[in-house]
């Protein structure tokens, strides 16, 4: 099986070595395309892969193509390609907003192609991904693209009603995430820890905490009551999280992230 990435960007690049280092496919059976010579270049003498400049090439070479490109790219790049795309490929795409029917608009009827949507995880093979075929793609062709992807990623399929959602509640919440293990980091330095020692525990914290809610099975708000102590300082802080309006801030800006992908 052969497989293209067209676009090797942070995105792209760790879609490829995640499959690359769980040996999904071996590096002479995978080929990428992208603007910068020095990144082709790069990924070739690291990785060994396959590398043009020609996005035709990569159609041509691939069974499985991955379109990692932002999504204000993909007409420029569906219109170059539509012409030598075929019915036997698996299409997968990246772009938030872009939905399954109109990218057979732009690339013509009766094509395979899956709609997804990672996070940035994946650079550490932690990743969460969203997965909507058409009705073009079998179920073994479904498995096929679900094992490719879980080199990097825990993968779901979901109704295409829910990949907005999925943009805010995985694609861009690293981004919350990174915030808050931020902030925790600065109040530890102002308690007087360094700020290298203040973002160890910070991120391990959340680390752990996630871990928990994925093993347990437990309720977040069951796992958050065992935290909390009577009269001890964990219901003091979280006192202040619900007075300051910690979940209504979250709420509102997946509402917003949400309202932004459902308009692309």
Known sequence: MKIG????GNMGGAM????????KCKSEDLIISDKSEALLQMYKDKYGVNTTLDNKEVVEFSDVLYLAIKPQFYKGVLEEIKDVVTPAQIIVTIAPGKKLEWMAEKLGDGLKIIRTMPNTPAMVKEGMMG????ENVTEEEVALVRDICEGFSATEVISEHLMDVVTAVSGSSPAYVFMFIEAMADAA???GMPRAQAYKFAAQAVKGSATMVLETGKHPGELKDMVCSPAGTTIQAVRVLEEK???SAVFECMEKCLEISRSM
């Open 189 to 191: 330095v102002a308690g």
């Open 245 to 247: 309006g910690m979940r």
């Open 5 to 8: 990435f067209i676009g090797c």
């Open 16 to 23: 490829m070595t995640g499959m690359l280092d769980a040996g």
């Open 131 to 134: 997965l909507c075929p058409n």
